[in-house]
């Protein structure tokens, strides 16, 4: 019965890619009188599809691990059938039933860790469901406008008209992929979601906010251009978009390098890494879009990749900060390789994919004249190093500073066969950086109408500013790091090694059992004192929604006085409101 | 002397003016008064009222009951019988309520000890 | 001899079966019937849909209308009746699967639960004034006896409190009908309804705001509902649930069939019911907020729902009253479970609040999951039966391009989540000690299932019966088809 059923989880898990090899034609029927669901499969639904065919399953597997969490594998279930949903939503109603499904099932998989608390699990369902809300009035309204809840462009519009659309459906998804101020629900939830799910909430459920920001360019017969006219080189409209993406990258990125806990690192590593996606949509160009779409599938695989490593480490040591941790390469070899290649990707250093990515989008943002918002850029994603590094030093070198991190084993096989995979799938597109292009993007520019960049070979990335052929890039890279290596391995003989961390002095100091030695305590503590950067990670938003809570708890306590528990009083109520209205009538009807 | 009074009009003001001070007292009752019973006292009298205006309205003077018999063979100068019948059952209907009022009332003084509106407090906000 | 299956049997059959209550307690059939006899007026619904959906079924008793009382079964009252039916066959399954409290198990509650029944029945089905004034006594009187079943200080406090509302909302009820019969002298509604307009405009408004009080009261609206949360806390969580279910629902479907059949043009009192839904359903839901104690927070969720519905009904379109009827019948089963479940649980637990919840969830799994799964569809999150009839009211609104309900809507959702999802949060609380549950028969667990399988089924199937509730919206609206069936046609 049990291997039945977790045949059937594995098999529901990997139902993303079946649809992708057998969907063929479309599906429709009647919900409700005037309201016709149909499903069909979209070229951009489709590049969609395709990160979730990847993540699913991958997250899938360990969850299979013993002792199962029956609850978890029941809930995962809606919740991939909710995103295949939401993804062949050919009308906005059945978007919109995929999208609450997906809603409720994450926060019930949310609970279901024991570190989930109050706060974080109520932001979490809180901002997800404003999120609907707007996207559901959003709905409505384009509902008003055409008549019908097929997605399409919509003609004859007014700029008003789709200005409040745009508004609606923009806020709706810029909640869900957690731009700046809303994204005060993504590092807790992050955090405190179980460790495998994490993965799946980066890596899947985030980029279906991507989906819904790239279908609403869809809405608009010229995309953003039609909005507000162009400035520079790009549309007006978007280049609001993309600050508030850059402006979320920038302080995503110095918040991460202050973080003291892996997951809350990448929780908000992956805020910074959507909002360069959000800049690129903003600047909706074809190389921009063909940007965010190939970022989004690196930071798909590179975040699943991450976070499962982490869990592997969690699940090891039962420690998640970085002073707790340290030494692990030694213990821990694959899970150090699928770290040291997910922040390679990260960091979007060549010769892996995220390099190829980002260069899209610099160029892009090039492309459009916006220099501004490429130098803002440029400076997060090369911050982006400093936490990459904290991320491979603080588990993995220096000295072990817990017990548990001093005892721990490899991660189990179930964990580190989709890193292996994705370490394969992150190497692969380092050599070829025009497969994915030609493959997985160029379908959906042309659905989109725009100009394709796919090059001559899947080995190539081309654009009108150059480009780079990965084969060549990947082997130079390959052979200084063999080199390196090499005399590494050659010169470690002569390398004093350290016996145990205490072992040193300095300044006359004897370092005790409480002195935190470990390089990755307290690192990027001192970046509080650069003046702006201090600013940024002083500030937060959290001040701002807990007095919006209190005063909601005050405004109840207010009119829950009305709700007194005495009878005279609720007569008395009644009778001087009839008495009122029946005198505001007669002054009205008299007069 | 009291001939006046068989003018309809008359009569009828008499029976609104009436009524109404008997509804507004028994409106009084029922907001101002603590005890249980002076409470359901009050929509007794309320009820009540709400019967006599019905009664006296509907009938005029110098109408017969709408009984056919001894010579009485057509429906002419008679009071109309149905707010009679209808007020007969409000009467019995507004007695059932009140009878159950009553006995709530008196179970909970025999288990609480108090029979004071204001002291019906064990369902309320929370503070 | 045989029956004829008639209208009249829905209000006939309980009064009978509850009067001859002497005899089961001796045959010991109490139980079986308590069951049975909302089971038999389902069949009977059954039975009679596809005669309704041909045409308005009109049952005179003794003298035809207008002089005679009349009860009238159309497609919009016919919901109403399947609803009460279907609702008291749940509950008081669970009252006898669920082998709970004795109180709920005797004669008395046999009386007063066939009595609502009944009364509910009679005041959806008739056609005639007064008559409708009688049945608003029946249910009230057994209303206010079941929430006083318990016969301990709260319950007899709920009861009291009960009355005392009641009463006066039934004294203005009466004062609105005693005014009718003196303007029209008519009490047949159809012929008060061709009347009506004949009646000076002051006396109009004054009947009016009478019936509004009157019947806002008991329909829960909003500055005439504080009573509700006092009641639905003190009653037992089974009685909350029917008053939730149907009692609430027939008084609105009452007073929105009065406004809509006696009056020409509905456009005002329809603006002033739409003002007092929209009032009652965010008062309640920023109430709800920082209630502790499970039935008091249910019945606060009640009242936004309420609220909600009389928005849609208010707004008098053709899909908004569809959605406004749909949503009445979903609300009823929704409330079912989550009232339903609030006994389970409080019999387990002995306590409904939320501090002597936490962690109930891996006590009590399976009523931990019924939970949320009315508390996902009150909140109307598809793939449930909330959305579904939600999403119908706002097309309706968004269709005629009236955006303002849609973001009172939306933003009561909102805030309904922010205390839902915190029951849920602690219902699944992880506590190292357990709060200790005692035995409950699992078969009480049954009815549950039944409303929350069509939960699931209504919101994945709506299509299955929409045409019901368009037919009920049409029958609603429809003034001038409502009126020829009862005066024949040329009226």
């Not at chain 1, 990707?345 to 990515?357: N, S």
């Not at chain 1, 936490?387 to 721990?408: D, M, T, V």
Request: glycine share 10%; hydrophobic share 60%; with cysteine.
């Amino acid at each position: 019965m049990s291997a039945i059923l977790r045949l059937l989880f594995l098999i529901v898990s990997l139902s993303p890619g079946l649809l992708l090899l057998a969907w063929d034609g479309s599906l429709s029927w009647t919900l409700i009188d005037g309201v016709r669901l149909s499903l069909t499969l979209t070229p951009l639904a489709g590049f969609f599809m395709v990160l979730l065919a990847v993540a699913a399953p991958l997250v899938a597997l360990p969850m299979l691990r013993r002792p199962l969490d029956w609850s978890s594998l029941a809930l995962y279930v809606p919740l991939v059938l909710g995103m295949e949903l939401l993804l062949l939503a050919g009308d906005f109603i059945s978007f919109f039933i995929g999208w609450e499904i997906m809603t409720w099932s994450s926060y019930l998989l949310l609970l279901r860790s024991p570190r989930a608390d109050l706060e974080t699990s109520q932001s979490y369902i809180l901002f997800n469901l404003a999120s609907a809300f707007l996207l559901l009035a959003g709905i409505l309204f384009y509902y008003s406008l055409s008549g019908d809840f097929r997605i399409g462009p919509l003609a004859g519009t007014t700029f008003g008209q789709e200005l409040i659309l745009a508004v609606l459906l923009g806020l709706a998804f810029l909640i869900k992929v957690g731009t700046l101020p809303l994204h005060i629900w993504v590092p807790s939830s992050y955090d405190q979601a179980p460790d495998l799910f994490s993965a799946f909430l980066s890596g899947a459920i985030s980029k279906m906010g991507v989906y819904g920001l790239i279908l609403l360019l869809t809405l608009f017969p010229d995309a953003l251009t039609s909005l507000a006219g162009r400035l520079l080189e790009g549309p007006a409209a978007g280049y609001l978009l993309a600050w508030i993406g850059v402006v979320t990258s920038v302080v995503a990125t110095y918040k991460a390098i202050a973080q003291e806990d892996m997951k809350r690192l990448l929780a908000y590593s992956s805020i910074a890494q959507v909002g360069y996606i959000t800049t690129a949509i903003g600047v909706g160009s074809s190389l921009a879009l063909a940007g965010a779409l190939y970022l989004a599938l690196v930071h798909t695989l590179v975040k699943v990749l991450l976070f499962i490593s982490v869990a592997g480490i969690v699940l090891q040591t039962g420690q998640r900060r970085f002073k707790d941790l340290g030494k692990l390469i030694e213990r821990m070899p694959v899970s150090f390789f699928g770290v040291l290649i997910g922040i390679i990707g990260l960091a979007g250093m060549p010769p892996l994919p995220g390099f190829a990515a980002k260069y899209l989008i610099f160029v892009s943002l090039v492309d459009a004249r916006w220099l501004l918002l490429l130098a803002a850029m440029i400076l997060a994603s090369t911050a982006a190093f400093i936490y990459c590094y904290k991320l491979i030093y603080g588990p993995f070198l220096g000295h072990a500073n817990s017990p548990q991190a001093r005892e721990a084993r490899e991660a189990p096989l179930i964990y580190l066969v989709p890193q292996v995979i994705l370490m394969a799938l992150l190497v692969l597109f380092g050599f070829l950086p025009g497969l994915p292009v030609q493959v997985l993007i160029d379908p959906v520019l042309v659905a989109l109408g725009m100009e394709t960049i796919g090059g001559a070979s899947w080995a190539e990335l081309t654009t009108t500013y150059g480009g780079y052929d990965g084969v060549v890039l990947m082997l130079v890279f390959i052979i200084a790091f063999v080199l390196v290596t090499g005399i590494f391995l050659l010169l470690r003989g002569r390398m004093h090694r350290a016996g145990s961390p205490y072992d040193l002095s300095y300044a006359g100091e004897v370092p005790t059992e409480g002195t935190p030695l470990h390089y990755g305590a307290g690192m990027g503590r001192e970046l509080h004192r650069i003046p702006l950067v201090g600013w940024i990670l002083r500030r937060g938003t959290r001040g701002f929604y807990l007095g919006l809570a209190g005063q909601m708890r005050a405004a109840a306590a207010l009119l829950g006085s009305l709700y007194v528990g005495r009878p005279q009083i609720w007569i008395l109520i009644a009778v001087v409101v009839f008495a009122a209205s029946l005198a505001a009538q007669s002054m009205l009807g008299g007069l | 002397m009291l001939a006046f009074l068989n003018d309809p009009g008359v009569l009828h003001g008499i029976v609104v003016l009436g009524t109404l001070i008997l509804f507004f007292i028994g409106l009084y009752g029922l907001l101002a008064k603590r005890h249980l019973l002076k409470v359901l006292i009050g929509i007794a009298l309320m009820e009540l009222s709400v019967y006599l205006l019905f009664i006296g309205l509907a009938t005029s003077p110098g109408e017969t009951a709408p009984i056919l018999s001894d010579g009485l063979r057509s429906f002419t100068h008679m009071a109309d019988p149905v707010p009679q019948a209808l007020t007969l059952t409000a009467i019995v209907i507004g007695l059932a309520v009140l009878a159950l009022g009553v006995s709530l009332a008196i179970q909970y003084h025999r288990l609480t000890g108090r029979a004071d509106v204001a002291s019906l407090t064990e369902l309320k906000e929370p503070r | 001899m045989t029956l004829p299956l008639t209208p009249v049997w829905f209000v006939a059959l309980p009064l009978l079966l509850a009067f001859a209550s002497p005899l089961w307690v001796r045959l010991r059939l109490l139980m079986p019937l308590l069951v049975g006899t909302p089971a038999v007026l389902l069949l009977l619904a059954l039975a009679l849909l596809p005669e309704v959906r041909i045409a308005p079924l009109v049952e005179t008793i003794v003298i035809a209308p207008p002089l005679g009382i009349h009860l009238q079964l159309d497609s919009a009252s016919w919901i109403l009746v399947a609803l009460i039916s279907f609702t008291g066959l749940l509950a008081t399954a669970f009252i006898w699967l669920g082998d709970g409290e004795s109180y709920l198990r005797d004669r008395r509650a046999f009386i007063f639960l066939l009595l609502l029944i009944a009364g509910c029945n009679g005041m959806v089905l008739t056609g005639d004034l007064f008559n409708l004034y009688v049945f608003l006594e029946i249910s009230g009187v057994s209303a206010y006896a079941l929430s006083a079943l318990r016969r301990d200080a709260p319950a007899l406090e709920a009861g009291l409190k009960y009355l005392l509302i009641g009463s006066v909302a039934a004294v203005f009820f009466l004062f609105a009908v005693v005014l009718v019969y003196l303007q029209i002298g008519q009490l047949n509604l159809a012929a008060i309804a061709e009347g009506f307009a004949g009646i000076p405009g002051p006396m109009q408004i004054l009947i009016g705001l009478l019936m509004l009080v009157g019947l806002g009261i008991k329909a829960e609206l909003f500055p005439f509902n504080f009573w509700v949360p006092d009641i639905y806390q003190g009653s037992h969580p089974v009685v909350a649930g029917l008053y939730s279910g149907f009692l609430v629902k027939a008084f609105l479907f009452v007073l929105f069939h009065l406004v809509f059949l006696l009056l020409a043009d509905p456009g005002v009192a329809g603006a002033w019911l739409m003002g007092l839904g929209a009032a009652t359903m965010l008062v309640a839901e920023v109430v709800a907020l920082r209630q502790d104690d499970m039935r008091r927070m249910l019945a606060y969720s009640s009242l936004g729902q309420i609220g909600l519905i009389a928005l849609a009904l208010g707004f008098g379109a053709e899909a908004t009253t569809a959605g406004g009827l749909f949503h009445m019948a979903n609300h009823t089963l929704i409330k079912l479970v989550l009232f339903l479940t609030a006994a389970v649980l409080m019999r387990s637990f002995v306590s409904a609040r939320l501090a002597d919840l936490a962690g109930a969830g891996r006590a009590r799994p399976l009523a931990a999951a019924f939970f949320v799964l009315g508390a996902l569809a009150v909140m109307g999150l598809p793939p449930l039966n909330g959305f579904a009839s939600k999403l119908w009211i706002l097309k309706g609104f968004a269709e005629a391009g009236v955006f303002w309900p849609v973001a009172l809507v939306l933003l009561a959702a909102l805030i309904e989540a922010g205390y839902y999802f915190r029951w849920i949060k602690v219902l699944y609380e992880p506590r190292a000690d357990l709060p200790e549950a005692r035995a409950v028969e699992r078969w009480g667990y049954a009815p549950i299932a039944v409303a929350a399988g069509l939960i699931v089924l209504l919101g994945v199937a709506p299509f299955l019966v929409d045409d019901l509730f368009i037919e009920g919206a049409q029958a609603l609206l429809d003034r001038g088809a409502a009126l020829s069936a009862v005066l024949g046609a040329g009226s």
